[in-house]
């Protein structure tokens, strides 16, 4: 079973960066689109950013220019670089991908298991 595998959160005080990471754990076809999503305790999981295979990103409005969506395809690895981080960017962040494990086989979503990013003021 595939499964997704984060890093990079961590503590940083306001107007800081980090940068966080998803890879596969085993080697698979392709990932096609990857995404970045947050959750803060008694809200709903909402989506941050997104790439498609062809390398096209959006982001949600609250983020836009301070955070960047990108993908190595060599690497089977997502990455979400977060800059000018804001209190409010406290979040548990949880990468999600659309994954084909082979050549012949359906695309199908996966996410990981979550990384606390705690941004302090």
């Known amino acids: 079973q595939v499964q997704l595998v984060e890093s990079g959160g961590g503590l940083v005080q306001a107007g800081g960066s980090l940068r966080l990471s998803c890879k596969a754990s085993e080697p698979i076809f392709s990932i096609n689109t990857g995404a970045w999503y947050r959750q803060t305790p008694g809200n709903q999981r909402e989506w941050v950013a997104s790439i498609v295979s062809g390398g096209a990103t959006n982001y949600a409005d609250s983020v836009k220019g301070r955070f960047a969506i990108s993908r190595d395809n060599a690497q089977n690895t997502v990455y979400l670089q977060m800059n000018s981080l804001k209190p409010e960017d406290t979040a548990v962040y949880y990468c999600?991908?659309?994954?084909?494990?082979?050549?012949?086989?359906?695309?199908?979503?996966?996410w990981g298991q979550g990384t606390q990013v705690t941004v302090s003021s």
């Open positions: 999600s991908a659309e994954i084909r494990r082979t050549v012949s086989s359906r695309k199908q979503t996966y």
